[in-house]
């Protein structure tokens, strides 16, 4: 397991939700299983994961999580075209 950033979309790719894990695949299946209906991710549908990014530890990780939670829209867009210009889902 590597700790990771992620920013997951909804179908409409209208909604970004970014988060970090120590297991990206875990956290993505608990998105999409929908556990917490009253969730952000579930009640947006939130489940499409169009970027991540692996760190060495948990700390750097939690670090970039708030550096990109604090960016605006438009710095997140730019960071998820760069790596997936098509929106694809990246999820497994």
């Keep these: ?11 409409w790719n209208r909604v970004l939700y970014t ?5 990206l695949g875990n956290r993505l299946r608990v998105h999409r ?5 009253e969730s952000f991710t ?5 489940m499409k994961l169009v970027y991540y990014e692996f760190h060495p ?3 750097k990780a939690i670090a970039r999580e708030k550096q990109i939670k604090g960016g605006s829209r438009a710095d997140k867009l730019r ?3 760069k790596l997936n ?8």
């Design 33 to 37: 299983a929908r556990l917490n209906p």
């Design 1 to 11: 397991m590597r700790p990771a950033i992620y920013i997951l979309t909804n179908k």
């Design 57 to 59: 530890n948990m700390v």
């Design 85 to 92: 210009p098509g929106w694809v889902d990246l999820g497994w």
């Design 42 to 46: 579930s009640k947006y549908k939130v």
């Design 19 to 23: 988060g970090v894990t120590a297991d």
């Design 79 to 81: 960071l998820i075209e």
